[in-house]
């Protein structure tokens, strides 16, 4: 559990819950339900009790129970900085969301900076800025960058790959606790704190990455409109997304897949030209192989902008 959501504030419930997490550990699921519901009629409004709650009535598999624990811990914290609106989608198995709680996003983050790139790489085999950059020189053969944007930068990991191919390297992440790690390192020559989500057009880009970013987005068209409007005429948009079978699904992970015919349209739609998809194995998670897609597309000579849910940049 966050640091954050560690404690209700009362001492009898903090108790109370610790000897729940007692009981679930030794496999007495019903147990601990029970004497945190109790728990829970002294502090209605602890969302990370909630939570907990209804992870535990899931794995009873009494899933309207849960789904209604879910909703009790997004009412208590609207901002749902434990994902729990997320949690209660998946069980529905009837998403109602197209992108992730911005407060999710950067808890989740801000928890695990410190070991992020150990955890990422030595453990679940993530590959993706290495594949993005072997993309590239596939695509644009020996093209160096004059001004390159990594969107989602996190601790840089982007920016180590791909820093010997641009002049000027800037970076944007939602979590202040994975830029410092990127600031600590000396790769970029401007980092920002930013909402993807929220992104308004201003400075131009050759090249625009997003490694393992999307999946935090959900639905693209907006992101993919800004970053045609962000890119100088014949401009490169690089990154990865997990693959899925419908246009976009919420995976158990709490992470977005898209299919491919929904990014082909997507970038498309946006103005993009050259566009590739590659097939890949970007990172395991529990010993399964985890497939996505590489993607390389160009920006038009020339795009009005036109930004607001993507449907209508255009060609001038």
């Known amino acids: 559990m966050a640091a954050w959501a560690s404690t209700s504030g009362d001492l009898i419930v903090d108790r109370r819950y610790e000897f729940a997490e007692a009981l679930a550990a030794g496999g007495d699921r019903a147990g601990a339900v029970d004497l945190l ?21 899931d794995d009873l598999g009494r899933t309207d129970e849960a789904c209604a624990a879910w ?35 950067e808890a989740l983050f801000d928890q695990y900076a410190e070991r992020f790139d150990t ?3 030595d453990k679940l ?3 993706a800025p290495w594949l993005l950059r072997d993309a590239l020189s596939r695509a644009h053969p020996g093209r160096r960058f004059a ?22 390297l800037e970076g944007c992440d939602l979590s202040a606790a994975m830029l410092a790690q990127a600031q600590a390192k000396g790769l970029y020559d401007r980092l920002d704190k930013a909402d993807l ?39 490169v948009l690089a990154f990865s997304a997990e693959a899925g079978e419908a246009p976009l699904t919420l995976r158990e992970s709490r992470r977005f897949a898209h299919s491919q015919d929904y990014l082909q349209g997507v970038l498309t739609a946006a103005g993009f030209t050259g566009i590739r998809l590659e097939r890949a194995v970007l990172r395991h998670d529990r010993g399964a192989a985890i497939e996505g897609f590489i993607v390389t ?19 001038v």
């Open 37 to 57: 519901a109790q728990a829970l009629e002294l502090a209605p409004l602890w969302a990370a009790g909630w939570f907990r709650l209804g992870e535990w009535l």
């Open 71 to 105: 909703d009790r811990a997004t009412a208590a914290d609207p901002a749902d900085r434990l994902g729990a609106g997320l949690k209660r989608d998946l069980a529905r198995k009837v998403p109602m969301v197209e992108t992730m709680p911005q407060a999710f996003v």
């Open 119 to 121: 955890a990422l790489v």
């Open 125 to 127: 085999g993530y590959r």
């Open 147 to 168: 001004r390159a944007m990594d969107l989602g930068c996190g601790t840089g990991l982007a920016g180590e790959v791909l820093r010997g191919s641009v002049d000027w």
């Open 197 to 235: 989500s929220a992104l308004e057009i201003g400075a131009t880009y050759d090249l625009i990455l997003a490694a393992d970013v999307f999946v935090y987005l959900g639905a693209l068209e907006r992101i993919v409109a800004w970053c045609a409007g962000s890119l100088a005429p014949g401009g």
């Open 297 to 315: 597309a160009s920006a038009p000579m020339a795009l009005r902008d036109l930004q607001g849910d993507g449907e209508d940049a255009a060609l």
